[in-house]
């Protein structure tokens, strides 16, 4: 089952139009978007003049060179000019759609990143961590639906944010960082809690995976989120995950089968983290591999062809196509779990 957003008004849009033109509309066409500017293939073009929303400012005057990070050597931070594009002060987040939130024993578990740094293809590397927007809507809503969620990184050290993405002026999502901001900064290890994890009685309902460039960082090789990802298919749980998070599902092709053959995902483009993702200056260099490509390889269903909003629930795996997905995910994923909680 597919579910294709329809985006009526969104205050949250990675790709800004020019000021020029009128935002736009997003149908359940399947049809490709087109985004600030022209798009050749999947190419985005820049429009000359383009200028900043919610300032004003010509966008032509900012750069398109990643900044450097002055806490470690050779790692860069977005260029200013693609923060103008694909950041925002407010989501599209507008309320939570159940009627009547989960009292009981189930909570989620969330596997965020513990490490900030990613080595691009030229040695240059990333400075990243987890989207704040991909982490915390779709938490937001989860716990807004009566699920308490644990939080887990594969050292045990503190989960590693994008903070340069946080929509500051969103009080639901500062609200909810906020909440949760103990346990993200004083997170389980993984190894420590993955034997109640995966117990026949065990709490979790649901594993949580956000998005991120930071998820393609040690998550995709460890044997603690394989064994978990194979105990969600195998015992009727769920896993959500979305944008660059999907990354993680290669972990159980790692360490055993692939159960996912066959599944549909919505999966942030390869091809935008090719061209345009370097084009802007947002990262530094190429990607070590391409998440779509990896589970394409190992037999998934990419069923998003850009980034419109679209989410996909094929049977227990729940996936959003990048930040434009996180609040529709974090709505399907709060409806499917109070589902699943009251059978």
């Not at 050597?73 to 693609?82: C, D, G, I, L, V």
């Not at 965020?112 to 991909?134: C, I, W």
């Not at 956000?210 to 995709?220: C, D, K, L, R, T």
Request: proline share 7%; glycine share 8%.
């Amino acid at each position: 089952m597919i579910y294709r957003a329809v985006c009526k008004q969104r205050q949250f849009n990675r790709f800004r139009a020019p000021c020029a033109e009128p935002e736009p509309e997003f149908v359940n066409s399947g049809k490709k978007r087109t985004v600030s500017g022209k798009r050749e293939g999947w190419r985005i073009v820049y429009n000359a003049g383009h200028c900043n929303p919610q300032t004003g400012d010509n966008m032509s005057e900012l750069s398109k060179t990643p900044v450097p990070d002055r806490a470690e050597y050779n790692a860069f931070f977005p260029s200013e000019y693609s923060l103008s594009q694909y950041t925002a002060p407010k989501t599209d987040f507008d309320g939570v759609k159940f009627d009547r939130p989960y009292t009981g024993r189930y909570k989620v578990l969330m596997i965020a990143t513990d490490e900030r740094y990613l080595q691009m293809q030229n040695g240059k590397l990333f400075s990243t961590g987890n989207h704040p927007v991909e982490t915390l809507l779709p938490m937001l809503h989860i716990h807004e639906a009566g699920f308490e969620i644990d939080v887990a990184t594969l050292s045990g050290n503190a989960a590693k944010f994008e903070m340069w993405a946080m929509p500051q002026e969103d009080l639901a999502v500062q609200g909810i960082f906020q909440t949760y901001l103990p346990k993200l900064q004083k997170p389980l290890k993984l190894a420590d809690v993955i034997e109640q994890a995966t117990a026949p009685d065990s709490p979790y309902l649901a594993v949580l995976i956000p998005g991120g460039h930071g998820a393609f960082n040690a998550i995709p090789e460890s044997r603690e989120v394989a064994r978990i990802l194979h105990w969600a298919l195998d015992n009727n749980r769920y896993i959500i995950t979305l944008c660059h998070g999907p990354a993680a599902l290669a972990a159980t092709a790692r360490h055993g089968s692939f159960p996912f053959a066959g599944y549909q995902l919505c999966v942030f483009p390869d091809a935008l983290d090719e061209g345009a993702n370097i084009d802007i200056g947002y990262m530094p260099g190429r990607l070590p591999w391409l998440a779509a490509e990896r589970l394409q390889q190992l037999g998934m269903k990419v069923a998003n062809e850009g980034i419109s909003g679209q989410v996909c629930h094929d049977r227990q795996l729940l996936t959003g196509d990048s930040p434009l997905a996180a609040n529709n995910l974090g709505i399907l994923a709060a409806d499917v779990l109070l589902k699943a909680a009251a059978e």
